[in-house]
């Protein structure tokens, strides 16, 4: 059964900061996701990465299979950003694993 | 852009009661998936459906739980006799082929008094 950890669980930041969010995992997995909720409850879903790395607009999202290891970066953050971003691993017919999640507030 | 769209939003029932959760996922979509989020905790898998049939199930997908896929287009998750902890938001998802990005429905808030 994987096991999948983040970090940090609360962040607090102000607008302008460099944001990065770690994730890792216990198994080898086929893909790591990266998901975005907002206070409402919606899922988003960001990225869906099995090597190096992916970006879109101020997202960057790493993942480093050897280490079983993968980081979300959020340049330029924006109080728009704040939301609970949560790593997932797994994919295909299988069911995703879920980090707890993590709180984030950017601060005007 | 589609979107998987799930109904209703909010359902509140008595304990004990039957409840059956909707989703329609994207049109061309062949792998759906239900999960579940107790309030303050981790979302986490309940089953996922290919080929009109359970590819995989977690240990919470027990004997009181059902999928079906009654038309072309729905995709239901049936509650049998609820029970106060399966309060809980619903999620519903799909995705193209495996090994795709999941696209996840708004959730069915469900509270069972």
């Known amino acids: 059964k994987n096991e999948v950890e983040q970090s940090p669980q609360n962040l607090t930041a102000q607008e302008g900061e460099f944001i990065t969010i770690n994730c890792s995992y216990s198994v080898g997995i086929s893909a790591l996701h990266w998901l975005q909720q907002h206070p409402g409850g919606g899922i988003v879903s960001l990225f869906m990465?099995?090597?190096g790395k992916k970006k879109h607009g101020r997202l960057i999202a790493t993942i480093n299979i050897q280490e079983k290891h993968s980081s979300l970066h959020i340049t330029a953050s924006h109080p728009r950003d704040s939301a609970v971003y949560i790593c997932a691993a797994g994919g295909g017919a299988d069911g995703l694993t879920f980090g707890k999640g993590t709180h984030l507030i950017i601060q005007p | 852009e589609p979107e998987v769209t799930q109904t209703p939003s909010h359902q509140v029932t008595q304990m004990g009661q039957e409840v059956i959760l909707r989703c329609v996922p994207i049109?061309?979509?062949?792998?759906f998936y239900w999960y579940r989020q107790i309030l303050g905790q981790k979302v986490e898998f309940l089953v996922s459906f290919y080929n009109n049939e359970i590819s995989e199930k977690s240990e919470i997908f027990d004997d009181q739980f059902s999928v079906e896929r009654p038309d072309g287009s729905n995709f239901t998750l049936k509650i049998r006799s609820t029970k106060l902890e399966d309060s809980a938001m619903y999620f519903c998802?799909?995705?193209?082929?495996?090994?795709?990005?999941?696209?996840f429905g708004d959730g069915t808030r469900l509270s069972i008094l």
């Open positions: 990465l099995s090597s």
């Open positions: 049109s061309n979509h062949l792998y």
């Open positions: 998802a799909s995705s193209e082929f495996r090994n795709q990005p999941q696209h």
